[in-house]
C-alpha cells in the first residue's frame, strides 16, 4: 500500500513537471474568462429571444464557421505548424507570412463579394426567411477583419507566445461578450445576430494593440510576393479545414433544420443548449490543444517522442474529463436554471449521452491532431467525410425512433466509431516500443 501511494506521489510530481500541465495553467485563467464570459452572453441571449432564438442563432453560428473558414484559405493550422517549425529563421518565416496574407486576402475577397451579392437568397436559404439579408451584408463587409484577426493569432501561437495567446484570448472575451451583450439588450434577435457575423472582427483592434511590439509584426516579414510552393503546402491544410468547415456545420444545421420542422424549434433550441454547454466545458481541454499539443507534435520526429507525447496528454487530460463530467452531470438542473430560462429544463435529458459522446470526441482529438501536425490530408479529409455521413444518418434514424434525445445518441455512437477508426490509422504510433 505505501509503495502505491509513493508511485502515485511520484506520478502527480512528474505529471506537473511537464509542459502540457504548463500549458493548461497558463490557459486556465483564459479558460476561466471565456468560460465566464460565455456564460453571459447564453444567459442574456437565451433570456432575451427564447429557444428558438436560440436555434436561429445556432443555424447562424454553423453558417458563420464555414464562411470564415473560406475566408481564412482554412490555411491557420498551416501558419501554425510552418511558424512553429522555422522560428528561427526569418526568412522563410517572412516568405511564409507573405504567402499567408496574400491567401487570405484573396479568399475575403470572394467571400465578402458573395456574402453581399447574394445576402437575401443566402438569408432564405439558412434563416428561412429573406427577412435576415442585412446580416449577411454586415458580415461581407467585416469578414476580412476576422480572417485577419485569425492569421495574427496562429502566428503568436506558432512563436510559442503562450503568455501572450492568453492574454489576447481572456481581452477578446471580455470585449466580445461585452459587444454581444450591448447589441442583444439593445436589439433582441437582431442584435444576436449581428453580433454572431461581427464580434470576432471587433477583436482585430485588441489583438493588433496587443502584438505591435513583436518583432515579425513589421511590414517586412508581409511584403513577399506570393510562392507557389509555399501555397501548395498551406493547400493540404485548406484542403482539411474547408473539408471540416463543409461537413461538421452543414450536417448540424441539415439535423437542426430537420429537428426544427419536423418536431419544433423549441426542442432545437434544446439541442443549441445543450452543443452551448458542452463547447463551454470542452474549452477546458481544447484551448490548450492549439496552443501547446499542435505546435509539440508539429516539432517532434521520432515516433517514441511523439507516443509519448500522445501519453502523457491523455494521462493528464482523461482523469481532469471525468471528473468534470461527473460534476457537470450532478448540478445539471442548476446549470440549465442558471444559464437558461424554465423553457429549458426538458434539456436535462440530454447529458449522459452528450458528455459520453464528448469523451470519446476528445480521446479521439489527442491522436486526430497528429493528423494536422503531420499535414495527412488523405486520411484527415477521407475520416471528416466519412464520419461526417455517419452522423448525418445515425442522426436522422435516432431522431425519428427517440426524438429530440436521439441526436446526442448519434453523436455517441459516432465518436465511438471514430474513436476505433483513430486507433487503428495511428496503431504504430500507439504501439511503438522504445
Same mark, same amino acid.
Given at each position: 500500500?505505501?509503495?502505491l ?12 513537471k +511537464?509542459? %502540457? ?13 471565456? @468560460?465566464?464570459?460565455?456564460?453571459i452572453?447564453?444567459?442574456v441571449?437565451?433570456?432575451?429571444? #427564447? ?6 442563432? #445556432?443555424?447562424?453560428?454553423?453558417? +458563420?464557421t464555414i ?5 481564412s484559405g482554412?490555411?491557420?493550422? #498551416? ?23 496574400? =491567401?487570405?486576402?484573396i479568399? *475575403?475577397l470572394?467571400c ?7 445576402h ?7 434563416? $428561412?426567411?429573406p ?8 458580415f461581407?463587409l467585416?469578414?476580412?477583419m ?19 495567446y492568453?492574454?489576447?484570448? =481572456?481581452a477578446n472575451?471580455i470585449?466580445g ?8 439588450l439593445l436589439?433582441? $434577435?437582431?442584435?444576436a445576430?449581428?453580433? +454572431?457575423?461581427?464580434?470576432?472582427? %471587433?477583436?482585430l &483592434? %485588441?489583438?493588433i /494593440? @496587443? =502584438?505591435?511590439k513583436?518583432?515579425w ?12 510552393f ?6 493540404r ?16 444545421m441539415? /439535423?437542426?433544420?430537420?429537428v ?5 424549434? *423549441?426542442?432545437a433550441?434544446?439541442?443549441e443548449?445543450?452543443?452551448? =454547454?458542452s463547447?463551454?466545458?470542452? @474549452?477546458?481541454? *481544447?484551448?490548450?490543444?492549439g496552443?501547446y ?7 517532434l ?20 474529463l ?11 438542473f442548476?446549470?440549465?436554471?442558471i444559464?437558461?430560462t424554465?423553457?429549458f429544463?426538458?434539456m ?10 464528448? /469523451?470519446f470526441?476528445?480521446?479521439?482529438w489527442?491522436?486526430?491532431? /497528429? ?5 495527412m490530408t488523405?486520411?484527415?479529409?477521407g ?9 448525418l ?5 435516432f &431522431? ?5 434525445v436521439?441526436l446526442t ?5 459516432? !465518436? %465511438?466509431? !471514430?474513436?476505433?477508426? @483513430?486507433?487503428?490509422i495511428?496503431?504504430k504510433f ?5
Amino acid at each position: 500500500m505505501a509503495s502505491l501511494i509513493t508511485r502515485s506521489i511520484e506520478l502527480v510530481k512528474r505529471a506537473i513537471k +511537464a509542459d %502540457i500541465v504548463k500549458v493548461f495553467s497558463l490557459t486556465s485563467i483564459s479558460t476561466l474568462v471565456k @468560460m465566464c464570459t460565455g456564460l453571459i452572453s447564453v444567459k442574456v441571449v437565451a433570456s432575451i429571444i #427564447g429557444p428558438a432564438g436560440v436555434a436561429l442563432v #445556432g443555424q447562424l453560428n454553423n453558417f +458563420a464557421t464555414i464562411v470564415m473558414s473560406f475566408a481564412s484559405g482554412g490555411i491557420n493550422s #498551416g501558419i501554425t505548424k510552418y511558424v512553429a517549425e522555422y522560428k528561427d529563421d526569418d526568412g522563410k518565416i517572412t516568405q511564409y507570412l507573405s504567402t499567408a496574407l496574400r =491567401i487570405t486576402g484573396i479568399c *475575403t475577397l470572394l467571400c465578402s463579394i458573395l456574402l453581399i451579392g447574394f445576402h437575401r437568397y443566402i438569408s432564405e436559404l439558412i434563416m $428561412l426567411s429573406p427577412d435576415y439579408g442585412y446580416v449577411f451584408v454586415i458580415f461581407g463587409l467585416t469578414v476580412f477583419m476576422y480572417a485577419l484577426n485569425n492569421l495574427l493569432i496562429s502566428v503568436v501561437n506558432g512563436y510559442k507566445e503562450f503568455k501572450r495567446y492568453v492574454r489576447i484570448n =481572456i481581452a477578446n472575451s471580455i470585449f466580445g461578450v461585452a459587444f454581444t451583450a450591448t447589441l442583444v439588450l439593445l436589439w433582441h $434577435l437582431k442584435g444576436a445576430l449581428i453580433a +454572431a457575423v461581427s464580434y470576432q472582427s %471587433i477583436m482585430l &483592434v %485588441i489583438t493588433i /494593440l @496587443m =502584438i505591435r511590439k513583436l518583432h515579425w509584426f513589421r511590414w517586412e516579414f508581409f511584403k513577399d510576393k506570393l510562392s507557389r510552393f509555399i501555397s501548395g503546402r498551406y493547400f493540404r491544410y485548406t484542403l482539411m479545414t474547408l473539408t471540416s468547415a463543409l461537413t461538421v456545420p452543414v450536417v448540424q444545421m441539415i /439535423l437542426r433544420g430537420y429537428v426544427m420542422s419536423e418536431i419544433s424549434p *423549441t426542442e432545437a433550441g434544446w439541442w443549441e443548449g445543450m452543443n452551448r =454547454i458542452s463547447h463551454m466545458y470542452l @474549452m477546458v481541454i *481544447t484551448s490548450s490543444f492549439g496552443v501547446y499539443y499542435l505546435p509539440r507534435l508539429s516539432e517532434l520526429k521520432d515516433p517514441i517522442a511523439i507516443r509519448q507525447e500522445i501519453f502523457k496528454a491523455y494521462k493528464v487530460i482523461i482523469p481532469m474529463l471525468l471528473f468534470g463530467f461527473s460534476v457537470v452531470y450532478l448540478l445539471r438542473f442548476f446549470i440549465i436554471r442558471i444559464l437558461f430560462t424554465p423553457q429549458f429544463v426538458p434539456m436535462q435529458q440530454l447529458f449522459a449521452w452528450q458528455m459520453a459522446g464528448d /469523451l470519446f470526441k476528445i480521446v479521439s482529438w489527442l491522436l486526430a491532431y /497528429l493528423m494536422l501536425a503531420k499535414a495527412m490530408t488523405k486520411w484527415y479529409v477521407g475520416t471528416e467525410i466519412v464520419f461526417s455521413f455517419l452522423y448525418l444518418g445515425l442522426g436522422f434514424l435516432f &431522431v425519428h425512433y427517440n426524438g429530440i434525445v436521439g441526436l446526442t445518441q448519434a453523436y455517441l455512437i459516432n !465518436y %465511438i466509431f !471514430y474513436s476505433i477508426a @483513430m486507433i487503428l490509422i495511428f496503431r504504430k504510433f500507439i504501439l511503438v516500443v522504445k
